[in-house]
């Protein structure tokens, strides 16, 4: 089995930050890509930001420039660290990742279980 486990997130004013931090766990042999993905009430699930083995990073639009991703091979963990957060940024952060549990086995994508980020006006 593969857990993703979120930690962070809560509620802050517009303007503020706040980090979120998510860790695989389990039968894991490569972490190819993890990411973090959001949905706003009455909204699709929608990209945020995803970082490759190697430290290659995307972002959507929306957050470039305020949010940054990173991740810590070693410990199988994703963070994001959210500044200048704004109200349109409320959503529920999951996290994502694209294991592979054996050699030869094929990628897998896990989700976390999700963390309500709340920004207040």
Do not use: H
């Not at 990073?57 to 959210?82: C, E, L, P, W």
Request: charged share 15%.
């Amino acid at each position: 089995q593969v857990q993703l486990v979120e930690s962070g997130g809560g509620l802050v004013q517009a303007g503020g930050s706040l980090g979120l931090s998510c860790a695989a766990s389990g039968s894991i042999f490569k972490i190819n890509v993890m990411g973090w993905y959001r949905q706003a009430p009455g909204k699709q699930r929608e990209l945020v930001a995803t970082v490759t083995s190697d430290g290659s990073t995307n972002y959507a639009d929306s957050v470039k420039g305020r949010f940054t991703i990173s991740r810590d091979n070693a410990k199988n963990t994703v963070y994001v660290q959210m500044n200048s957060l704004k109200p349109e940024d409320t959503a529920v952060y999951y996290c994502n990742a694209l294991i592979t549990r054996q050699a030869m086995d094929i990628i897998r994508a896990y989700w976390g279980q999700g963390t309500q980020v709340t920004v207040s006006s």
